[in-house]
């Protein structure tokens, strides 16, 4: 079996959907963290897309948090939020504490990124979708 992180976010948003349908849900406030690929020039997110196509639009919002380092490598954040796609998957690649073969990784995560970007999303971000309760 396969599991691909849209697959886990959409696994996420759908039950968020349920919940909202609840008395308790449609008084609650969803906060959701993620990684997303993209397109930062065109302000356009996998990550989001999938929710709005789940959610739709009302009550929701989502924030890049600029603030925060992208990926974390040996305990530290780094880079940029968001990155070149290629960039941040090569030093997440790089980490010690996640990866016993760097060279392998850095690999595959070049691959993964190759498909990514010739499919329109070369970039990676770090994002908060805020689901607010309904008016």
Known sequence: MTCSLSALQRAAFEAVARF????AGR??????????????ADARWEMVDLALSILGPQGLSWTILAD??????DGKRLLANPSPLVEALHAAGGC???HRDPV???????????QLVRQGMPDLSYLVIDIRPDA
């Open 68 to 73: 925060e380092g992208l990926v974390r490598v």
């Open 20 to 23: 909202r349908r609840t008395d």
């Open 104 to 114: 392998e990784i850095r690999q595959i995560y070049a691959e993964l990124a190759d």
């Open 27 to 40: 008084r609650a406030r969803v906060s959701l963290l993620g990684y997303s690929v993209g397109n930062a």
């Open 96 to 98: 010690a504490l996640y």
